[in-house]
């Protein structure tokens, strides 16, 4: 079987880049061949000399060499920072290569919908946002749960993402992660909400297939500080339950605490991603453990099929965020005429994209106007 | 030693009668004598042959015979439905009797401040209000270590009580339990905010001393019930930080899943009373486990002098409430003049019954006007 | 309804004597009156006041007084240290008087066999022993769904009880319950076996009802100490299966680190006492946690009838060791005739003390003939 | 960075093949280019197709493709049934190529010793043994803690490995994994043992470097196995301390429930498996818990040069396996004369394979002499 080529746009400064190649890389059916790196030339090639792939000054120039045929690539994997996705998304699915972003999708809600509309034109050129904790097979199983009725109606839901490493002013020590993070040019109008309340909001919403109404946010900074880093939200969602989401990122020694509790008229479903590989329903009498690749005869064979080691050897944050390269990988696989590829199961993109964009607008005007109740 | 001779007002119906009269024998330094433990005369006579205890027609009858001279009494304990709180408590004080009163204190604020005029007048008359929870020994602990300054200035806290047994409409179904807690009759403005969200609050706000300043909420009931189930609020608390609080009692599968998470500048203090024996302490690279009865350096002897059993033999809801007799038994034993009297640790009194009221006040109008900020 | 009165041969000193007292007290059924609490008869006194009780000057004497019908006594509590078990038991059988004696039952084997003759005769004098882990709700429940055969047939349990406390030689500084337990004279022949390792033979055999037919036993005990502090013993059980039982106190930072996990071939049921309100079923998909207290359909009656307080308040070590004085309780009202006593549960007696002591016999030989296989 | 070039020998057929593969992937520095993936050629044909792979009808082909430089290879890794793996591996080790060998490392005692003595010869061609567990950074952690005097001196080790797969006949039934184990004309002497008794027994010597003197063992097989799935040893360890080893494949429920309690003079250290990014320090107050790539002062750079993400995202299996393979990967780059490599941690070799063959001789022959004391 051919490994599919993979570009990477950004990644060579930042940890994430290597964290997406690994991911890319954990299933040996894929691999990173070429990149733009960095947008210094001389770093870019030496990230490049480093990785073993062929380096480019900047996106153009591997997307046209692509073109012109010198470059054999499948898809591209984005991994800039917030202000520059749009514009590079934009000219992966101009030229028809299949992305996977990173999230937050876009900097602005204008570019998000303008992104979308370009999508609906490109049917045939998948496009991911790698919130990657929806790659977790716990997460699918959660989902399929529901879908198959086992909590009943949705009333309430509480989820949350915890962090503590942004507790002093890492910002003005000369921390890269935290520097992009707390700027508003680079990060957007949300800093906490952008960067790790979106996945609280995704998680939830993806699992459940429930939309958001509207929302009520209070959100605060360490004074000295640009952007949020503590956010919370109250929302009305599309059924009428109550949403309570609350991200942090001066909760000292919460490393990255995240997950959600669904409450139904039936039971509840609850994940935690520190311990990502169990899952458990609560009815009024007991708590059932499901465990990650366990033989749980409610698990449909879609999410076995992302499934790699047994039972009680962890498949973690690198396997999930793996799983969405495989659902884009069997994507292109069946678009290029692979024969018995596995189905590929869900995952966010563009839809999700949008809607993260629109919730932190919401969430940052309601924060602004005490709190008012605003529509997503 | 002598014990203390108790009386108690209400409780022979509900459960938590027996479980006042648990609280106060466990020691075995106090014993209930007397009760006006039902207002319907024939099942008062009956709970008093089962308790072994003399039984009043109502509670004035009792305290009459006490000033009679015809029954020894060292205090009253009411484990009435809220709106009978006041007037009982108010006999009591005004004839000098001590007073373990359940929570929450009145039916109305009017009658909470009311109280608290009175009960200034009555400086040697001890009143204890019953949030259990502060009665745990790690509660104590995590009081003692926020004030000797261990995670610094208090940035965020969320607080929380979770439970599921009204996921149903159990008060059409005559479940007791139920019907009084959702009846506004008998409970007041709020169901689950004055059963259990004064309980988050109170945890919270006791054991940091900081106060709070205005709320904002977001209350809903299941369709069919005629109080809050769920209770959710946003506050600032009396040094700008921020609380989040959500109490519920309809997410099935929890039974009293009641905590809090204090994050400070330094680090950040975590308890949770269905593992109470336990209290953590986070700082960036470790989380430090402390345990109850344990030889914990930072420990005061204060809080030693409430253990009962070797760590790793729990003392848990039982033994918390009776630490707070046990608090109301010191008082009053030197108040009487015995020698050797360990000191009482603190514990929740009219002041908190005062603050619960107006939270729920603040929180139920908040919630009517949309979430806006309401002062507490 | 009237407490029944009880007497106690020991405890003054020791911190057992007040945990039973607290145990007795706790349901406030059921009342300490007298006790022989101390050999020294001016402790005796002193300790007699604190407690409010009448105090004796030596056990015999407190039980001629009951002859004499100047005291009122139900039952007596023995809590001297191992080696005056024996003679005071006899004594209160041949009076007539119930007895809830601490373990292991006695110093010797012989002393074992002689009592159970005596009990045979005393058919009508309940006899119980304190081993209070078997109070636990949910090792009824364990016994009730193993007796159901909801893990089959029995294949392996392993269970264990480790503290650390012994770690250093505190005997050699003046420590009194390090004193005792590792002098032979005081406690027999074994010191980390008698002191806890019976806890984990009992708790496991009376759980599953099986045998044991041989151990080969590793027991070892630090430079300077008299005996043993670390007990390894496998075993053979009665229908075959194998026994793992591993004591020890010096794991230092474990307190009470104390319970089973039984597997059979149809799934396996697992209980830790340090968190005693659950329970958990494995098959081979998922776990299931059930809690003390809380809507089970599998829990009989009698079980439930042990309950005291809503599930999520857990019920822990003073609450189990109350239960055994409970079924104590009840089997001496139906004794005396009262009406409409619930049944009591089973809990050890004479046949698991005779056990308790056959098993450390054995054990203490195999260990001296290197690991030996030796009959129980 | 050139990407070192890997070889397999076996792996087509069972899943661990695909674990190796995916741990070499992992890190986008090593490849598998190569392999002689099943002993039937059409089936290698077909797995190297699979694996985008050049494939080889056996070993000896591949390792003669290297040699005649028609083949670019940096090592081996050998993942066929044990009794395959010595001839392998000396064809390897006599070749001049490093080896990834899986365990157990030989079939016979003799087998191993004779692979010591060549490797003595061939000390510039690296050997790993692939226990996994022992690349876990936490393990890496802990071993330095015990280094550093952390716990003081060592008195007991109780270490375990718990699975359920077995707790039926499923080699009856066509199961390919169980069959091969229960087999002792493919895996030796003992099943449960070698397979993850081994485990259980290099976790713990590897982190605290002592050494075992003697054992007495009980192993027991369902009635129709050839070969044991329960496996108790107690040993005395080097220093004279006690070790407590369990591993069992009959406990229904249990997936890789493997790791270790270890009690020195000062502390306790506490690892387990199914959390592996926890590491527990026990003191007589407090448990300490640390986290994988969290900033703890004590972890060594050494051991931070293993750590991919950041803290809170675990890395578990794959990555533990994966840095046995980065530490190989990292001694081959050193003696090819790379530059800036970092240095490679340890990890278990041919000594711990004799050792771990020493171990399983001793114990079977314990356990058929009734449990006698047999020397390592």
Known sequence: ???????????????????????????????????????DPALCEKFAGEWGVAGYPDYQAMI?????????????????????H??????????????????PMCYTLKEATDLKALAKRKKNVPFALSHTYTGHQMMMLARELIKQGKIGDIRKIETYYNQGWL??????????????????????????????GTHALINALWTTGLGLKKVSAKLTALKGRALDDDFNVFGELSNGATLVLTATQI?????????????????????????????????GATRVTYYQNSFVAET?????????????????????????????????????????????????????????MKFLTAAVNSSKKKGAWTAV
Chains 1, 2, 3, 4 share one sequence.
């Open 300 to 356: 449909p064979d879609i999410v076995k099929s992302y499934g790699r080691i047994p039972s009680g050897h962890h498949e973690d944050f690198l396997e999930a965020l793996g799983n969405l390269h495989t659902s884009l990988e069997r994507k292109i696989r069946v678009i290029k005429g692979e024969k018995d590829v596995p189905p590929a199961y869900d995952h966010p993109g563009i839809d999700e994209g949008v809607l993260g």
């Open 251 to 283: 909760a000292i020694g919460h490393k990255n605490d995240n997950g959600f509790r669904i409450y139904g008229s039936k039971g509840s479903i609850e994940w935690a991603q520190e311990q990502a590989e169990e899952l458990h329903f609560l009815d």
């Open 1 to 39: 079987m051919r490994k599919l080529k993979v570009g990477m746009i950004g990644g060579g400064g930042g940890f994430f880049g290597k964290v997406h190649h690994r991911a890319i890389s954990l299933d040996a059916t894929r691999e990173v061949v070429a990149g733009a790196l960095h947008q």
């Open 86 to 103: 749009a514009e590079q998304a934009v000219a992966c699915l101009e030229a028809g290569l299949p992305v996977m972003c990173e999230k």
């Open 64 to 84: 046209a060499d692509w073109k012109a045929g010198n470059l054999e690539l499948d898809y591209v994997t984005i991994v800039t920072p917030n202000f520059l």
């Open 167 to 196: 507790a002093t002013l890492l910002e003005k020590e000369g921390n890269q992660q935290a520097s992009w993070r707390t700027n508003p040019k680079m990060s957007g109008i949300s800093g906490c909400g952008g960067d790790i």
